[in-house]
C-alpha cells in the first residue's frame, strides 16, 4: 500500500501548482482523502477533504483558492492550487483512510516565492 505525492515546485505570488496524489491499491476510492500542509514551527494544518461520496471541505485560508479533486480510475487525488501566497509554503502531505487503515504520502514541497 502506497501513496505517491508529486507536483510541487518553486512558483511566484499569484501562480498556480497542481498536486498529485496517487495511489498504489484499486480499492482508493472507498477511502477519505486529503491533504495536509506542515511548515516548519508551526501546527500541521488540514488544507482540503474529499470523502468517499465525494464531499469536499476547505480550510478557510485556502477557500476559493484551491480544488481538491479525484479520478477513480486513476486511484489519484488532485490538489488544483490558485492564486497562491506566500503563507502557502509548505510540505504537502496527501493521506487516505478507511476504518482503520491510515495511510499517507511522503509529502511535497511548495515554495511561493518572488
Known sequence: ?????????????????????????????????????????????????????GRTNYADSVKGRFTISR????????LEMNSLKPEDMAVYYCYARWGSADYWGQGTQVTVSS
Do not use: H, M
Open 1 to 53: 500500500v502506497q501513496l505517491q505525492a508529486s507536483g510541487g515546485g518553486l512558483v511566484q505570488p499569484g501562480e498556480s501548482l497542481r498536486l498529485f496524489c496517487a495511489a498504489s491499491f484499486s480499492i482508493f476510492p472507498k477511502y477519505n482523502k486529503g491533504w495536509y500542509r506542515q511548515t516548519p514551527g508551526k501546527q500541521r494544518e488540514l488544507v482540503a477533504t474529499n470523502s468517499a461520496g
Open 71 to 78: 479520478d477513480n480510475a486513476k486511484n489519484t487525488v488532485y
